[in-house]
């Protein structure tokens, strides 16, 4: 059975930094590419980055050069640092996998998911 946990969710001040951390127990067949996702209050769930293993990695434009998405393979862990946060950048964040990123940059969303981890942005 497939399990995604997240962690390192907080509360933080405008400009600050945060590091989520998604583990992944469990085979997922397939390429494995993985992704994060996030949902503000009273907003429809966006895309926010993703990596393949070989560490090709696309990002929104919102978090492009503040974001970076990393995947330890052997742990299996995909992580996101996240510096110089904005009251905006405040959701539930959430980790996806088992999806797949075309060569065009877009990742197709996996059948996994985390539970979400809270990220909140005081300004």
């Given at each position: ?6 962690s390192g969710g907080g509360l ?82 959430y980790c996806n996998a ?26």
């Amino acid at each position: 059975q497939v399990q995604l946990v997240e962690s390192g969710g907080g509360l933080v001040q405008a400009g600050g930094s945060l590091r989520l951390s998604c583990a992944v127990s469990g085979t997922i067949p397939g390429d494995n590419d993985m992704a994060w996702y996030r949902r503000a209050p009273g907003k429809q769930r966006e895309f926010v980055t993703g990596i393949t293993n070989a560490a090709r990695t696309t990002y929104a434009p919102s978090v492009k050069g503040r974001f970076t998405i990393s995947k330890d393979n052997a742990k299996n862990t995909a992580y996101l640092q996240m510096n110089f946060l904005q009251p905006e950048d405040t959701a539930v964040y959430y980790c996806n996998a088992g999806g797949t990123m075309d060569p065009q940059g877009r990742y197709w969303v996996g059948h996994y998911w985390g539970q979400g981890t809270q990220v909140t942005v005081s300004s």
